[in-house]
């Protein structure tokens, strides 16, 4: 009997922290898929049907990752999020000042030291225990 790896979509636009997330995550035993816009992140939850979605929040020109975290809320609330910024807190990451949708872990870049503490956030957000992962409060 094949074992079941969970299926998690890296959105990100930077191409080097993007690659050693996919590689890292990968190894780590998730099956993994990348995109560097929300565009191609929603057309990637379509495909591929991911457990959980790790989020980069300033995505260059376009909706940012908390836009995206917001449609998955409404639209897809089985996918856990993650989002890894460098920016403290959600309100300062965007230009409306839209909040985070419940249920969404939170981690800043800067505050991450190994992939065991990333690998255990994503655990926790799966596990519905997204309030124990955020470093925005």
Same mark, same amino acid.
């Given at each position: 009997?094949?074992?079941?790896?969970?299926?998690?979509?890296?959105?990100?636009?930077?191409?080097?922290?993007?690659?050693?997330?996919?590689?890292?995550?990968?190894?780590?035993?998730?099956?993994?898929?990348?995109?560097?816009?929300?565009?191609?992140?929603?057309?990637?939850?379509?495909?591929?049907?991911?457990?959980?979605?790790?989020? *980069?929040?300033?995505?260059?020109?376009?909706?940012?990752?908390?836009? =995206? @975290?917001?449609?998955?809320? !409404?639209? #897809?609330? +089985?996918?856990?999020?993650?989002?890894?910024?460098?920016?403290?807190?959600?309100?300062?990451?965007?230009?409306?000042?839209?909040?985070?949708?419940?249920?969404?872990?939170?981690?800043?870049?800067?505050?991450?030291? *190994?992939?065991?503490?990333?690998?255990?956030?994503?655990?926790?957000? =799966? @596990?519905?225990?997204?309030? !124990?992962? #955020?470093? +925005?409060?």
């Amino acid at each position: 009997m094949q074992e079941h790896k969970r299926r998690l979509v890296v959105v990100e636009d930077e191409p080097l922290v993007q690659d050693l997330l996919v590689h890292e995550l990968g190894r780590a035993g998730f099956s993994v898929k990348a995109a560097s816009s929300t565009a191609a992140a929603r057309q990637l939850v379509d495909e591929f049907d991911p457990d959980v979605m790790l989020l *980069d929040v300033d995505l260059g020109a376009g909706p940012t990752g908390i836009h =995206l @975290a917001h449609v998955l809320h !409404e639209t #897809r609330p +089985d996918i856990a999020v993650l989002i890894l910024t460098k920016y403290p807190d959600a309100r300062s990451a965007s230009q409306d000042g839209i909040q985070l949708p419940p249920n969404v872990g939170f981690l800043r870049k800067h505050l991450v030291s *190994d992939s065991g503490y990333l690998l255990s956030a994503l655990e926790k957000v =799966l @596990a519905d225990k997204s309030v !124990e992962v #955020r470093q +925005d409060s």
